[in-house]
T-cell receptor
Framework: AQTVTQSQPEMSVQEAETVTLSCTYD???????LFWYKQPPSRQMILVIR??????QNATENRFSVNFQKAAKSFSLKISDSQLGDAAMYFC??????????????FGKGTKLTVNP | DSGVTQTPKHLITATGQRVTLRCSPR?????VYWYQQSLDQGLQFLIQ???????AKGNILERFSAQQFPDLHSELNLSSLELGDSALYFC????????????FGQGTRLTVV
């Protein structure tokens, strides 16, 4: 079974600074997808960024980028120019590729990000 | 707005009771997933339906059941409720292609007293 580990329960960053959230995962599959979801106090789960395992290029979405190291099974999220609205719980998630039996998401425990003004 | 609708938003009920949570997926999405989020267990996958059929089962208790109807909405039934069932229950939906993320509803906060 796949597992996802987020080793940082809490992180803080100053507004306008850069922060990196860590995520490692364990799998024997070669094809899969990785995601970062954000959960603000409103509790809505919002997709931040996604990465296909077969793509070597790291995904980028505006101020959010990932560092995907497939061999190391590492998938970190970098938030640049942090804003107060970035404060939330961030969850790393794994999904098997189609044909594996289920497209369920396996989540890490989350990292609570605080942004200080 | 994700396009996934969950009702009710909040539910308070007593131990031993039965409740039904409802989910309407995004238009056109055939897959529906149910997740439970609690402080001690985190986000746990419960069950997935695809076009009316059960596709995958996770850590779902026998007291819990779900179904997906012909109009693709889904219901999660929780019975013989215990205090430990108090949690946030999310529904998510996705199209079944190679790279479509799951879109989440706003969740139902269940409190068992």
């Amino acid at each position: 079974a796949q597992t996802v580990t987020q080793s940082q329960p809490e992180m803080s960053v100053q507004e306008a600074e850069t922060v990196t959230l860590s995520c490692t995962y364990d799998t024997s599959e070669s094809d899969y997808y990785l995601f970062w979801y954000k959960q603000p106090p409103s509790r809505q789960m919002i997709l931040v960024i996604r990465q296909e395992a077969y793509k070597q290029q790291n995904a980028t979405e505006n101020r959010f980028s990932v560092n995907f190291q497939k061999a190391a099974k590492s998938f970190s999220l970098k938030i640049s120019d942090s804003q107060l609205g970035d404060a939330a719980m961030y969850f790393c998630a794994y999904r098997s590729a189609l044909g594996s039996g289920s497209e369920k998401l396996v989540f890490g425990k989350g990292t609570k990000l605080t942004v200080n003004p | 707005d994700s396009g996934v609708t969950q009702t009710p938003k909040h539910l308070i009920t007593a131990t031993g009771q039965r409740v039904t949570l409802r989910c309407s997926p995004r238009s056109g999405d055939l897959s529906v997933y149910w997740y439970q989020q609690s402080l001690d267990q985190g986000l746990q996958f419960l069950i997935q339906y695809y076009n009316g059929e059960e596709r995958a089962k996770g850590n779902i208790l026998e007291r819990f059941s779900a179904q997906q109807f012909p109009d693709l909405h889904s219901e999660l039934n929780l019975s013989s409720l215990e205090l430990g069932d108090s949690a946030l229950y999310f529904c998510a939906s996705s199209a079944r292609d190679s790279f479509t993320e799951a879109f989440f509803g706003q969740g139902t906060r269940l409190t068992v007293v």
